[in-house]
């Protein structure tokens, strides 16, 4: 069973940065797309970026292009997110995502997914 832990999440005030991480069991082979997702209270989950575990292939949402980055993290089997210029809309659980999916974007399209971290922005 392939397991999905994020790590990174917290408090911060509009405007500034954190990272998250996700350490994966497997799922990260070639055909894998390493994936996070988003929800907040009330609301879909919602895609935020995908690659592949390599790092390459990078494929992002409307609204975090130019300030969050999806990278292979720097541990094996990881894949970061940073965000930079938070802002309080981007308040959510954000929840990592491994599969092989022809179709990043759609989260029913992932095999697994892990349990998420908080982030909460402050205006």
Known sequence: QVQLVESGGGLVQAGESLRLSCAASGGTGDTYVGAWFRQA??????????????????????????????????????IDLQM???????????????????????????EYWGRGTQVTVSS
């Open 84 to 110: 930079n210029s938070l802002k309080p809309e981007d308040t959510a659980v954000y929840y990592c995502a491994t599969g092989r999916t022809l179709r990043p974007q759609l989260k029913n399209t992932y």
């Open 41 to 78: 209270p009330g609301k879909e989950r919602e895609f935020v970026a995908a690659s592949r575990w390599s790092g390459q292939g990078t494929l992002y949402s409307d609204f975090v292009k130019g300030r969050f980055t999806i990278s292979r993290g720097n541990a094996k089997n990881t």
